[in-house]
């Protein structure tokens, strides 16, 4: 008896045990199911996309679809504008030290430097997902197209006095130009934002230093300014440029947002000021600040030149084609420009014109629709009143050409530079060094030991200009500063 209660113990037992490992088993397989599971949920929702942020736009009732884009508010300027600025530069008056309001700037259209051509491409990425995003155009379009009748924006900073030369005194030696409230002979107006004060300052002490040339020629210098977007980049922006005005008398500051597309307000309302304050200047050189000027070669170019005829003069683009790809900077939908070509224009790195030609665009750019790149807006008031531009090959807005003759040349070589008007792309310290490299009484160029500031001549002067027009899509060029 005692056995077979020993023999079905031991069963028991054993029967315990085998069910507690079976168990064990069953737990482990459970679990192994429930992380493949998991694994397999994780690879699902990588695939689709689903962690990826959602972009959405809102744009309500209220709020216009360009400010929503570009963050700008939708309030009007100059009815409720906090922004107080000298009205004249030589008041001693600056704007108090307090809290500013948001600026509010009515529209946004900016620019680009002209530009539809083929080397010129700057494409921005998507963001990377599972499903792409939809290519947006740079701003919106729609909301340009119904602002853009809104150009009229108030003066800021002026300088009203700066076309009255006579009898003033010039610096350095203190020399007197002889008449009455003479104008300046040329004129150098320079595309700037409020945050490069450094790159109008190596304007100011180089190539756009103001004062007198050679048979008393008087120049003039003024910044072409719109209020910054972002305020944060620069703390008390308004401060300094009010300073830097009763400093320098030289900035014209407008009540737009100095944005891409706005330059071409900047443009017509720089002419409307110089057919105000400024109407009986002889010529007019153009620019940006990022430029290097031979102001001696552009005054050479003028000697002869009637300043009551039509002149325009630079690096002229013709057959170029508007831009359709969205990625583009310089996107131009067909219902904004629906032409195949834009009219010939110059680059906006730099042109002259005369003062009679700024006086006709001032009056035949209240005529033609804005446009947002301002270069190609300007070939269009051009082409209203039947100016046709002058290409000469002094004026490289688009870099430098690889000389086929001396592949050894170098591009920075002041020997290079001299026999040229304008060259775009540099940085203030080239500037600099340019300047005074070409300014250096020993500098030899092809075993030459005159100045650097001997007449500079044009073939012709400005008769043919040197060179074919071609298609600037076809032409490759290249910069290595």
Same mark, same amino acid.
């Given at each position: 008896?005692?056995?077979?209660?020993?023999?079905?113990?031991?069963?028991?037992?054993?029967?315990?045990?085998?069910?507690?490992?079976?168990?064990?088993?069953?737990?482990?397989?459970?679990?192994?199911?429930?992380?493949?599971?998991?694994?397999? %949920?994780?690879?699902?929702?990588?695939?689709?996309?689903?962690?990826?942020?959602?972009?959405?736009?809102?744009?309500?009732?209220?709020?216009?679809?360009?400010?929503?884009?570009?963050?700008?508010?939708?309030?009007?300027?100059?009815?409720?504008?906090?922004?107080?600025?000298?009205?004249?530069?030589?008041?001693?008056?600056? =704007?108090?030290?307090?809290? $500013?309001?948001?600026?509010?700037?009515? $529209?946004?259209?900016?620019?680009?430097?002209?530009?539809?051509?083929?080397?010129?491409?700057?494409?921005?990425?998507?963001?990377?997902?599972?499903?792409?995003?939809?290519?947006?155009?740079?701003?919106?379009?729609?909301?340009?197209?119904?602002?853009?009748?809104?150009?009229?924006?108030?003066?800021?900073?002026?300088?009203?006095?700066?076309?009255?030369?006579?009898? %003033?005194?010039?610096?350095?030696?203190?020399?007197?130009?002889?008449?009455?409230?003479?104008?300046?002979?040329?004129?150098?107006?320079?595309?700037?934002?409020?945050?490069?004060?450094?790159?109008?300052?190596?304007?100011?002490?180089?190539?756009?230093?103001?004062?007198?040339?050679?048979?008393?020629?008087?120049?003039?210098?003024?910044?072409?300014?719109? +209020?910054? &977007?972002?305020?944060?980049?620069?703390?008390?922006?308004?401060?300094?440029?009010?300073?830097?005005?009763?400093?320098?008398?030289?900035?014209?500051?407008?009540?737009?947002?100095?944005?891409?597309?706005?330059?071409?307000?900047?443009?017509?309302?720089?002419?409307?000021?110089?057919?105000?304050?400024?109407?009986?200047? &002889?010529?007019?050189?153009?620019?940006?600040?990022? +430029?290097?000027?031979?102001?001696?070669?552009?005054?050479?170019?003028?000697?002869? $030149?009637?300043?009551?005829?039509?002149?325009?003069?630079?690096?002229?683009?013709?057959? /170029?084609?508007?831009?359709?790809?969205?990625?583009? &900077?310089?996107?131009?939908?067909?219902?904004?420009?629906?032409?195949?070509?834009?009219?010939?224009?110059?680059?906006?790195?730099?042109?002259?014109?005369?003062?009679?030609?700024?006086?006709?665009?001032?009056? /035949?750019?209240?005529?033609?629709?804005?446009?947002?790149?301002?270069?190609?807006?300007?070939?269009?008031?051009?082409?209203?009143?039947?100016?046709?531009?002058?290409?000469?090959?002094?004026?490289?807005?688009?870099?430098?050409?690889? =000389?086929?003759? %001396? =592949?050894?040349?170098?591009?920075?070589? =002041?020997?290079?530079?001299?026999?040229?008007? +304008?060259?775009?792309?540099?940085?203030?310290?080239?500037?600099?060094?340019?300047?005074?490299?070409?300014?250096?009484?020993?500098?030899?160029?092809?075993?030459?030991?005159?100045?650097?500031?001997?007449?500079?001549?044009?073939?012709?002067?400005?008769?043919?200009?040197?060179?074919?027009?071609?298609?600037?899509?076809?032409?490759?060029?290249?910069?290595?500063?």
């Amino acid at each position: 008896m005692s056995r077979r209660l020993q023999m079905m113990l031991r069963r028991m037992v054993m029967m315990r045990r085998i069910l507690h490992m079976k168990g064990d088993v069953m737990c482990t397989v459970l679990l192994l199911v429930l992380f493949c599971l998991l694994l397999y %949920a994780r690879h699902i929702v990588l695939s689709s996309g689903w962690d990826k942020p959602v972009w959405k736009l809102h744009i309500h009732g209220s709020t216009n679809p360009s400010r929503t884009l570009l963050g700008a508010s939708g309030a009007k300027v100059g009815q409720d504008s906090q922004r107080e600025f000298p009205s004249s530069p030589s008041g001693p008056q600056l =704007p108090p030290c307090k809290p $500013q309001s948001r600026l509010k700037s009515p $529209q946004s259209k900016s620019k680009s430097k002209g530009k539809s051509k083929s080397r010129r491409r700057n494409a921005v990425p998507t963001k990377a997902a599972g499903n792409p995003l939809p290519t947006m155009p740079p701003f919106d379009f729609a909301g340009y197209m119904r602002e853009k009748d809104n150009r009229n924006f108030k003066l800021l900073i002026d300088q009203p006095e700066k076309c009255h030369i006579g009898g %003033a005194e010039e610096e350095g030696g203190g020399r007197k130009e002889s008449g009455s409230n003479a104008a300046p002979y040329m004129l150098i107006a320079v595309k700037s934002i409020a945050a490069d004060f450094d790159k109008r300052q190596v304007v100011r002490r180089t190539w756009g230093k103001e004062g007198h040339f050679e048979n008393g020629v008087s120049i003039r210098t003024v910044f072409l300014l719109g +209020v910054p &977007k972002n305020h944060t980049a620069l703390p008390l922006w308004d401060r300094l440029l009010a300073y830097e005005s009763h400093t320098f008398k030289d900035i014209l500051l407008w009540d737009f947002e100095d944005t891409f597309f706005n330059l071409t307000l900047k443009e017509t309302h720089f002419l409307n000021w110089v057919n105000s304050s400024c109407p009986h200047v &002889k010529f007019i050189f153009k620019g940006d600040a990022d +430029v290097y000027v031979n102001v001696e070669n552009i005054l050479e170019m003028l000697r002869g $030149q009637e300043p009551d005829g039509d002149l325009f003069v630079g690096d002229i683009i013709i057959n /170029a084609k508007p831009i359709r790809r969205r990625t583009s &900077k310089y996107y131009v939908p067909e219902f904004l420009y629906g032409g195949g070509l834009y009219p010939n224009y110059a680059g906006g790195g730099g042109f002259v014109m005369s003062g009679h030609t700024a006086r006709r665009l001032s009056s /035949a750019c209240q005529q033609v629709e804005l446009f947002p790149i301002d270069d190609v807006f300007l070939g269009m008031c051009l082409q209203l009143i039947g100016i046709k531009p002058s290409r000469h090959q002094g004026f490289r807005t688009f870099g430098i050409p690889r =000389p086929s003759a %001396a =592949p050894h040349l170098q591009t920075f070589d =002041p020997c290079f530079y001299r026999e040229l008007m +304008v060259v775009h792309s540099l940085r203030v310290p080239q500037i600099w060094l340019m300047w005074n490299l070409l300014h250096d009484p020993k500098l030899s160029c092809h075993n030459r030991t005159s100045k650097s500031s001997w007449p500079f001549k044009w073939r012709g002067k400005l008769g043919p200009m040197v060179g074919e027009e071609t298609d600037y899509d076809e032409k490759r060029v290249f910069v290595t500063h």
